[in-house]
Nanobody, 123 residues
Framework: QVQLVESGGGLVQAGGSLRLSCAAS????????TGWFRQAPGKEREFVAA????????YYADSAKGRFTISRDNAKNTVYLQMNSLKPEDTAVYSC????????????????WGQGTQVTVSS
């Protein structure tokens, strides 16, 4: 079993920054990829970024490239999402997810999910 806990969400002004954290516990060694997804009101959940543990390769949605950075701390079993130059359209509930499969961008391919953390960007 794997448990994921997100933190770091909040309210920021446009152009500001936030760093989200996703701490994994339990049998975290089973995780091959950890990803971040977001869902805004009235919209479907969308992929934001992911990191593959075996080699540290990272993957980003077009909306995140150049502004967001995903990273990991192996000792803490924690994945971070540094979000810079935030825009109002980034407002959403951000969720951390983990999978033991090779899926990267499809939410239906992930097995474990955190509770989500709200990110609100004001204009």
């Amino acid at each position: 079993q794997v448990q994921l806990v997100e933190s770091g969400g909040g309210l920021v002004q446009a152009g500001g920054s936030l760093r989200l954290s996703c701490a994994a516990s339990g049998r975290a060694y089973r995780i091959s990829t950890t990803g971040w997804f977001r869902q805004a009101p009235g919209k479907e959940r969308e992929f934001v970024a992911a990191i593959r543990w075996i080699d540290g390769n990272t993957y980003y949605a077009d909306s995140a490239k150049g502004r967001f950075t995903i990273s990991r701390d192996n000792a803490k079993n924690t994945v971070y999402l540094q979000m810079n130059s935030l825009k109002p359209e980034d407002t959403a509930v951000y969720s951390c997810a983990a999978t033991g499969s090779g899926v990267i961008t499809a939410p239906e391919g992930y097995d474990y999910w955190g509770q989500g953390t709200q990110v609100t960007v004001s204009s």
